[in-house]
């Protein structure tokens, strides 16, 4: 009798956490290395967040809380949800947890059984179909391509459909790719979506405050009222407000469905960090002139390095509306030589060969699902992306 779960032989380690390990460890040589493989703002956490968890500390706010969240964050995501979405939920239908991760780990664990599809479209970030086959569904992987900006087309949706989904994943801005969905964009999915009333709509609005110039950002039952007994909204305070080490995530959807996850987080974890979850009130309803600042930064560095980038030979790198993360192609590297003599024959030989000759360490595309191509979190200083992209370009150069 085998000791580990059958589960595991079904999922594969994070590749991103890998990247960040490898450049760790070359740092750790003495190896100059700049690392663009992670997925968090460099900014530190805004000082009245941090206040209001000292103060809830110094009040003793340091008990259990209710599985769900405390009331008064509830309350907050609720208005939250009016405020900038026009969403009218009521605090008993949302629900807090120890980042968006485990929000969505425990609405496949309280929804899939075995054979259930769930589609997600491609590129995709790298959580999504592991958690997927480990609550024992099955990832249904529809590709995007570069040439439609990395947006699912609505007839592939349509195609990928059966009587078994369960769910469509959909990410905008998105991790990897930092392509949003405009109005139209999305109004032609879920136009898919009204049609096939047995799917229900995971929507991760994880980096709804990171869109750039005039872009507005929209969610699925924004623009499509009728899915909102069918649809999953979820967010968090993680990357919006500089809060990843909080982990603090949160939801809200039909309330059998929020019973439901609010049931496994019960035996689970229970309540997430009481301290976390009162700096999270203070997050969205305290004042939000940090995510505007952060937000002119982000776009400052997105247009420096998709510029350094389409200078690079062999590269081209679409301009993404939002996120911080750039997905660019290597296509035109495949099949050259490296400074160190080895053919690059994938997308993966590619990070290799620039993390080993450059020391820059970016992620691989068949680690979302879309290759070949890169991603480059530019959550790092404006110095060290233009160094980052001027050694992408004498690499590149030097590729024979
Ligand atoms: C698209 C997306 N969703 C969800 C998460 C999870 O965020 P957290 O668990 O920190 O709230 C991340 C974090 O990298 C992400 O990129």
């Known amino acids: ?40 703002p460099d900014f530190d956490t805004p000082d009245n967040v941090k206040q209001a968890a000292i103060e809830a500390i110094n009040r003793g706010e340091t008990k259990y809380t209710p599985v769900s969240g405390i009331p008064q964050l509830r309350e907050a995501i609720a208005k939250k949800f009016k405020r900038e979405n026009n969403l009218d939920y009521t605090a008993a239908q949302t629900i807090v947890g120890t980042g968006g991760k485990q929000i969505l780990f425990n609405a496949f664990m ?3 059984n075995a054979g259930d599809e769930v589609i997600i479209p491609a590129p995709y970030w790298v959580s999504y179909p592991e958690m997927v086959a480990l609550c024992g569904g099955t990832p249904v992987i529809v590709s995007a391509t570069q040439e439609n900006n990395f947006k699912l087309q609505p007839a592939d949706l349509e195609k990928a459909i059966t009587d078994k989904t369960k769910w469509f994943i959909f990410n905008s801005p998105s991790n990897p790719s930092g392509a949003a969905y405009s109005y139209d964009e999305l109004k032609a999915l879920t136009d898919v979506l009204v049609k096939y009333p047995h799917v229900w709509v995971l929507t991760d609005d994880m980096y709804e405050h990171l869109t750039f110039g005039d872009f507005k950002f929209v969610t699925p039952v924004e623009v499509e009222p009728t899915l909102y007994d069918r649809t999953l909204t979820m967010n968090g305070v993680s990357k919006a407000y500089a809060m990843t080490g909080w982990r603090i995530g949160y939801a809200a959807g039909p309330l059998e469905l929020i019973k439901a996850m609010d049931m496994i987080q019960g035996q689970q974890t229970s309540g997430a960090s009481s301290i976390a979850q009162w700096a999270a009130v203070e997050a969205l309803n305290g004042p939000q002139d940090f995510v505007a600042k952060n937000k002119a930064i ?10 350094m980038l389409n200078q690079a030979k062999g590269i081209s790198c679409p301009n993404p509306e ?27 030989d590619f990070v290799t060969e620039l993390l080993e000759t450059e020391g820059v360490a970016v992620v691989h595309g068949s680690a979302f699902g879309l290759g070949p191509n890169f991603r480059i979190s ?17 690499f590149c150069n030097n590729c024979k």
């Open 1 to 40: 009798m085998a000791f580990l779960a059958d589960a595991l032989s079904r999922v594969k380690p994070s590749a991103t956490i890998a990247v960040s390990q490898k450049a760790r460890e070359l740092k750790a040589k003495g190896r100059d290395v700049i690392g663009l493989g992670a997925g968090e």
């Open 110 to 112: 309280a929804t899939l």
């Open 298 to 307: 982000f776009e400052g560095r997105r247009d420096l390095v998709v510029s």
């Open 322 to 348: 939002g996120a911080f993360y750039v997905y660019p192609s290597c296509k035109g590297l495949i099949g050259k030589t490296a400074p160190s003599g080895k053919v690059i024959e994938t997308d993966e």
């Open 378 to 394: 530019y959550a790092t200083s404006e110095d060290l992306l233009e160094e980052a992209c001027r050694r992408i370009q004498r």
